[in-house]
């Protein structure tokens, strides 16, 4: 709101920092009550669709801001690396129109994966280990063949997850490189402060995905992929509310 009222505040990394704040509004919405409720009562119960769509919503949050935060580390790039024409390239249309995409892709993405857990069978065992419905908490649960369903998932993992970071870490070269070259230090001070937060979310945000989604679930322990959950779902957007202040 303090974004959509302050005419100064009107620039695309304010508009991006409040798209953030919308999906860290729902994300928290989705996860956080119920997951509050299952630490005070210790277990819960929650419906087959009530399990799906809160899959739905949070997987639909985190794709999003994958994408999201791949724009905004663009954003970065041209107002860093290329600062003259920052403002005929990043108009208020490509603004919205790469946010629309994001959000586009992102239904999309998250579509497929949730059709795959609906077309399974639930038969055994209706206790997930978890604080919410997870995808991997849910396959685990099913009685019938999840190969096709975790291919599915692991191939999703390249455009929402890999390619991305693969972006985001390009644009960050660029972008060190041309502040290692401004010769002022309060510059380059200043450069690297409109950045450090947002590396910071970075690598912890695709750092815990990429460890839950893309290691073989043999390779952790049920505690520690709890943990790393919490980091994307909690101390993630709570680290993006200190980069918007």
Known sequence: MLVYYSKTLHSPMYFFLSQLSISDIMLTTDISPNMLHIVLHERTSIS???????????????VF??????????????????????TSIMKQTLCIQLV????????????????????LEFCGPNIIDHLFCDFNALVELSCSDT???QIEATLLCVPVLIFPFLVIVVSYTYIVLTIL??????????????????????????????????????????????????????FTPFINLLYTA
């Open 48 to 62: 087959f669709s009530g399990c799906i769509t809160q899959y739905y919503v949070f997987s639909l949050i985190e």
């Open 65 to 86: 801001e994958c994408f999201l935060l791949t724009v905004m580390s663009y954003d970065r790039y041209l107002a860093i690396c290329s600062p003259l024409h920052y």
């Open 100 to 119: 629309l995409a994001s959000w586009i892709f992102s239904c999309s993405m998250t579509s497929i994966s949730t059709l795959g857990l609906c077309q």
């Open 147 to 149: 190969s096709t369903v």
């Open 181 to 234: 070259k401004i010769s002022s230090f309060s510059g380059r001070q200043k450069s690297f402060s409109t950045c450090s937060f947002h590396l910071t979310v970075v690598f912890i945000f695709y750092g815990t995905l990429m460890a839950v989604y893309l290691i073989p679930k043999e390779g952790q322990s049920q505690t520690i992929s709890k943990i790393m959950s919490l980091l994307y779902t909690v």
